[in-house]
Structure formats: structure tokens, C-alpha cells
């Protein structure tokens, strides 16, 4: 028998050394059957846009309610729907008695015109009666120049008594009345000069009356366009407030016009962001409620620069392009005002965050295959955007941060990778159009 027991001792022995791989094989089984199902993100840097998130309300650039200017019966108001341009009718008054003004200026401007061609007559004819009356002034010249002359040839010969003192009393008769028809030509031009100008005077007049009735048909061209109601810009009707048959008057609106294109949004933003909104900034727009009005792309115009009291927030307005109508007046929308755009920065979901302590941390999942361990990672936050925010020390490049499951996790837990989500990024919205 004691041959047996060298036997026993290396059966005993070999058992002992067969069973340790089977435990060892338990325990890292139990391991990984209590290890938590995690789902991480990869710490990719990559582009995060930083935003002001807010509400607004749509308004038109421009909306107007329009009346006529003087009262009467309507006889044309646009159909609802009705694209205008600035300038077109949109309605009209019975504009029967501004006609027929417009129609008796223009007579008295005509009538004016005729009283201006018949002065220029006038002046024609006087002008006439110069001209005649210089000939004659002329004709008159010669006769004296010749009287004189023969009075100069005469005159020594009565001295001489060659030649009688009848005879010679005649050449000096001649030479008077040669001496009196100069003088009546010269009396003859001044007095054809005098009818040149009161011609002239009666073409001033004559244009000055052409003056005063041209005044007056613009006078009746203004009251006939008053009955007009007109577009002041390009729009579409919005609202038919009167029909055809019915009496206007001034300050009674008849329609209503709303501009297309464009339009404005309005919005407070809180104090707190004084300052980092600045006319030019580009803005993501969306609708609340879904429906048509898709994302799109605007621009600050306008930021005031006083604080409402009541709100704490400053006013805005936001330029938008809404070529599609899509955007209705007074409808509710998102907006993400771009304040920076980050490079190069780790984006993770809030709830990516543990707050456990003074310093936020992660989680990263750490480890070869099979062992993988939670390690906590303390790091900085930056700025947030909806549900995500930026880390911008803490973690390396690559790690797999843990977004979904660590809650309750410790430092060295055991962990299991379920799901590999993509990096997250944001990215600038499009500019409006111009």
C-alpha cells in the first residue's frame, strides 16, 4: 500500500493544477457579465458654432392700410391676393368732377396759348411799323440833305442879287418842309417803337396767363390723382376693407398691402449678451411649428442699444429672406444668433458631464479589450448650444468619452463599449441671400 501513496500524492497534485485555468476563466467572465453597457464618443476636435438661442416674431418690412385722400364712391378696389408694384392703383373714386377740371385747365391752357400767338402777332405788326417808319425817316433824310444842299448853292447867289429873294424863299420853304418830314418820320419810329413794346408787354402777359392755367391743370391733375389710392411699395393685398359702390373717405382704410420679399423678425435678447450681438452677425432661422417654413439663413440689421426694464432683454431685428412666403406676419420662430465659431474644440452632450464634485469631469473608457475602465477626467467647459457643450481641456484627442451610461460610475469600474457614436459638430448657417 505504501506504494500507493507517491501515486496519490501526483494524482492529488495534478487535480490541484487542472482546476486553477477553469477559475481564472470564472472570474474574468463574472467580470465582464457585471462591467456597464456604455456608449462613447470619440474626442475629434472639429468645428463648434457658439449661438445665442432665442424666439422671435415675424413682421413685414413694410405693412400698410391705405385711404383715399379725398371722399367719394369707389369704383375699383384690388382683389385679395393681387401682387402690385410700388406706384400701381390699388383703388379708385368716382373721379368724375376732377376730370372735367382737368378738362377746363387744359382748355384755359390752350386758350392761353392762343392769346400768346396773337400777341407774337402783334409784335410781328409793330415790328413792321418800325421798319416802315425808318424807310421813311430815310426818304425824308434825303429830301432834306438834298434841300439843304441847295440852299448852301443858292444862298450866295442872293447875295449877289443874281438870284431874287421870291425865288430864293422858296428853296428855304423846301428846305423846312424837308426839316418838318424828318422830323415826323423820326415821331413815326418812336411811336411804331412804342407799339413793339406794349406787343411785348402783351406777350408777357399773354405767357404769364399760359403760366397760371398750366398751375391750374396741375392743380386738377394732383385732385384727379387724389382719387387714386396707390401702392407705396411693391406688396401683395392682404385685405380688401371696402368694395366697389362703397363711400370713402380720408382716414377710412380701404386696403391693405403687405410687402413680399424679404421680411424683418424681432426679438429681445437678454442683457447679458450686451455686447456680443452686432449688426452683420448671421442668424440660423426655424420655424416653431414645423410646417413649410424651413431653415434658413439671415442677418442682424439692427441692435438697439437700450435695455427694456421690464424684460431685461434689448430689441433686435433680424433681415431674412421669404421669397417662398413661408414666413407669415406675426408667426413664432427659433433663432440661433452665431456669436463665435470655435475650431479645433471637443463637442460632447450636456449630459456627457459628471458634476460630482467643485471641477466638471468626464468619463473616458480606457483600457485593452476585455478590461476597459472608466477613467474620470476633470475639464474645462467652454461655451454651450442647445444640448452640447465644448471641452476645451481635459480630455486627448481620440479618447472615447463616455456619453450614455456613467451615471453611478467610479473611478476603475469596469466597462463595456455597446455603441460608437459619431463626433458631434456644428457648423455656421448660411448666409441670406442679398
Known sequence: MTRFLPLLALALALSACGGGKPDADAAASDSTSTAAAVEVLAADPGL???????????????????????????????????????????????????QAGVAQAQAGVAQSRAGIAQAQAGVATAEAGVRAARAQRQAAQAQLDLAQDQYRRQLPLVRDSILSALEFRSVETQLANARSGVAQADAGIAQAQGQVRAAQQGVVAARAGESASQAGVRSAQTQLGNTRVVAPFAGVVQERLMGPGELASPGKPVVRIVSGGAVKIEAGVPERYAGAVRVGAQVRVTSTGGGEAGARGGRVTFVGVAVDPQTRTFPVEIQVDNGDGALKPAMVVRLAITRDILENVVVVPQDAIVRDGDTPAVYVADGPEGSVKAVRREVELGPTSGETVVIRSGVRPGEAIIVSGQSGLKEGDPVRIAERREPLRTAAPAAPAE
Open 48 to 98: 463648434f458654432e457658439d449661438v445665442i438661442d432665442l424666439t422671435g416674431t415675424v413682421a413685414t418690412n413694410n405693412d400698410a392700410a391705405l385711404s383715399p385722400d379725398v371722399p367719394g364712391t369707389l369704383t375699383y378696389v384690388a382683389a385679395v391676393g393681387t401682387a402690385v408694384r410700388a406706384g400701381a392703383t390699388v383703388a379708385q373714386v368716382r373721379a368724375t368732377g376732377q
